[in-house]
């Protein structure tokens, strides 16, 4: 209803301008005082707590990766891509309702397609330099650098029991 | 700039006369994004804390995954469990916002403002959460750069020399730092030459560990003063072998193997039982760990800072319909530090 008003007052100029959403015709200015919004419609207790209730139901699951029910243990792998999904399924939720880009009109996507976009190119531009970079090391560095033989070498110290413990044995 | 509603029907009365109009032209705002200039900087601004986050978490995917090894967040102290409390504490602080909005929107001012104190209080407790773990990396000597950081890539010569020279300085602690554990054991000051009137400044807190008497130790820190008399010997040999030096670092701070292990998710070594000794410890990887984890985590408290201050303003106004666009713009900016963080949990705690 709000909506009509608004388009009411907007109408030829939307109409030139070519306001893409008439959904966003409601969208208040912080100076409307008069404002009859358009936002009351999105939302409502009973959706953010629905969000909230699968927001934690999401996080309680990417911490079942961790817990011993997980039956993927011998392959980080399967966790890994689970969480990824996990997280991007959380992430869509908070954007899409609680930010409220759901009932956005389509600026939305000038917003955030480009900037996605260039974050996921930044990312891979650091792989050839960054992520590779031990591909090919040189001796030197390959002696003081840990790898993972240090780790073996720890858990044979710790499996050694190297020293006899008189004061343990009470 | 800002449309002025009382404008809009006279431009619209107007419209018709636009070409033929002689000097009767009226200026008419037409909107280029359908949304207010705040939200439309705050998004701006979003979408540029997106590529900056991005770059962060993606350095840290390259930087983990081009690794030789990595530390398994056991290995570095990290626990799970907090991590995921503070997770559900940042969902909620979400939530909380977004009802702040919602009663704003529905001009029930305190209301709103009861919900902007309960975010203001979740973002505290979150900041309080991480303060108290990077307190825990600091006790275990995990620290981003040199002079703090205790942590060794490996058992190796350089491990062992740092050692050493631990305990020397173990040997010459300053007075005023020891334990008070200690502190019975502390002989009244004799010197060499027997003369009273110059007391040390220094003490040996190593020595002072051996005398100590064996009921004024539990079983644990009996167990642990027989290794550290091993460890210093073993150390100190001459004829020391590589294999020598694993053991060393390993009873200076064990890897746990497994994430079975419970209790905090590391066993006990030297370092646990006498956190004052501060022996440097070894974990393979840890410092690129630190690095990130500190680098990672802090940004994002940092963020979390700056919307406590925004919401610790925003609580000084009258929460109601008018402010629903600056609550409004404050809660995306909220939510966007939620988002970081549910990339940052699993990347941090759980990879």
Known sequence: MSDRHDDAVHGPLTRAGHQPDADAGGHGEEGHADADHGHESHGGLGLYLAVFAALCLLTTMSFLTYSSVWPWRDQPHVGWAFMMAVSCTKAMLVVLFFMHVRWEANWKYVLTIPAAMMAIFLALMLVPDVGMRNRMVSQERALHMARPSDIRLMEQAAGAGAFADPAAAH | ?351
């Not at chain 2, 300085?169 to 334990?179: I, S, Y």
């Not at chain 2, 200690?182 to 003369?195: F, N």
């Open chain 2, 1 to 351: 700039m800002n449309a002025p509603a009382h404008s809009l029907p006279h431009g619209h009365d107007h419209h018709d006369a636009h070409d033929g109009g002689h000097g009767h032209i009226t200026l008419q705002y037409q909107p280029g994004l359908p949304l207010s200039r705040g939200k439309l900087i705050m998004w701006l601004f979003l979408s540029t804390e997106i590529m900056f986050f991005a770059a962060l978490l993606g350095s840290y995917v390259v930087l983990r995954f081009g690794a030789a090894v990595w530390p398994k967040p056991h290995h570095v102290h990290l626990s799970e469990p907090i991590g995921a409390f503070n997770t559900f504490v940042l969902i909620c602080s979400s939530v909380t916002i977004v009802l702040a909005l919602e009663a704003a929107k529905a001009n029930k001012a305190s209301l709103a403002k009861s919900w902007m104190l309960a975010t203001l209080l979740l973002g505290t407790l979150f900041l309080g959460v991480k303060g108290y773990e990077y307190s825990a990396k600091f006790s275990h000597g995990i620290y981003p750069s040199a002079p703090h950081s205790r942590m060794y890539e490996k058992p190796d010569l350089y491990y062992g020399s740092a050692v050493r020279a631990r305990i020397e300085a173990l040997r010459k602690m300053p007075k005023g730092q020891v334990p008070t554990l200690l502190a019975s054991a502390l002989v009244p000051a004799k010197t060499e030459d027997g003369k009273e009137s110059a007391p040390p400044t220094t003490v040996d807190a190593i020595q002072a560990l051996i005398a100590l008497p064996e009921n004024a130790l539990s079983d644990e820190q009996r167990s642990a003063r027989s290794h550290l008399q091993q460890v210093i010997k073993m150390a100190d040999d001459p004829n020391q072998q590589p294999f020598d030096l694993a053991v060393i670092a390993d009873q200076v701070m064990p890897l746990p193997s497994e994430h079975a292990d419970s209790h905090g998710g590391h066993a006990h070594g030297l370092n646990d039982v006498f956190p004052w000794l501060r022996l440097p410890a070894v974990i393979p990887g840890g410092n690129m760990w630190a690095s990130t984890y500190f680098l990672l985590t802090g940004f994002h408290a940092i963020h979390v800072i700056v919307g406590l201050i925004v919401f610790t303003i925003l609580l000084l106004y009258r929460l109601d319909r008018k402010r629903a666009g600056m609550i409004e713009n404050a809660g995306l900016y909220w939510h966007f530090v939620d988002l970081v963080w549910i990339f940052l949990f699993p990347l941090m705690y759980l990879f």
